[in-house]
């Protein structure tokens, strides 16, 4: 498995914000700064789109979530004393579907930072899928500065190739016997032990289930 994983390569790349108009995603991007973005956190990447979840200051501007076409679905998952989170499913419409196709083939993917001058991300995967990747967003006319790309030589533990929050569900679902033949509890009882919603959840169930799957397989 170690051998396969370092022939992986690791590419960090930047989308500005002019790039996100050229996606066609900007006024997502807007809503979420608008009522004050505190923390991005992406549950599932489509290659040309996303689920994500925010956190924001104040609930969005939800007539005009719900006015963008791209935008698949939104819920408002819970209010906290001082934010709003929200998971949101979007496909950016400038974007080609074989960007979907490629995204399959990187064992990383997305994960990016936000802040008011764009995105920074890593792709993770092999050499081609990555060009692919990069290839695609090109012909869309996006156009994401390349800051390096190198050798990956994958995580020395499975678990370590999880983001935080997918590790602390897993483990935590593990834990209460969620993966007991048959199950001793069910999503919905890790959503309330961590706090989270059961949809939440079950995103983060099924996106660290699929990363580990493809370090094993």
């Not at 032990?193 to 799957?213: I, K, W, Y």
Request: charged share 25%; aromatic share 6%.
């Amino acid at each position: 498995m170690f051998t396969q994983m370092k022939r992986m390569r690791e590419a960090e790349i930047s989308i500005t914000d002019g790039e996100l108009a050229a996606m066609g995603i900007e006024e997502l991007f807007s809503i979420a700064s608008e009522a004050g973005l505190l923390a991005f956190e992406e549950l599932a990447c489509r290659g040309n789109g996303a689920v994500v979840q925010i956190e924001v200051e104040t609930r969005c501007d939800e007539d005009a979530l719900a006015g963008l076409d791209y935008v698949d679905q939104y819920n408002h998952v819970t209010e906290r004393v001082d934010s709003h989170v929200y998971v949101i499913s979007f496909t950016a419409p400038d974007l080609p579907a074989s960007l979907e196709a490629t995204a399959d083939e990187l064992i990383g993917t997305c994960d990016p930072e936000i802040d008011e001058h764009g995105a920074t991300m890593s792709l993770v995967g092999p050499h081609e899928a990555i060009s692919d990747q990069l290839g695609g967003y090109e012909d869309a006319g996006v156009s994401p500065t390349l800051h390096r790309i190198g050798g990956y030589d994958g995580p020395e533990y499975l678990l370590d190739g999880l983001t935080s929050r997918q590790r602390e569900v897993i483990e935590t679902a593990w834990e209460m016997g969620y993966y007991e033949v048959p199950k001793e509890v069910s999503a919905g009882d890790v959503a309330t032990e961590l706090g989270l919603e059961t949809s939440t959840v079950n995103e983060h169930l099924q996106r660290a289930e699929r990363d580990l799957l493809k370090q094993i397989l």
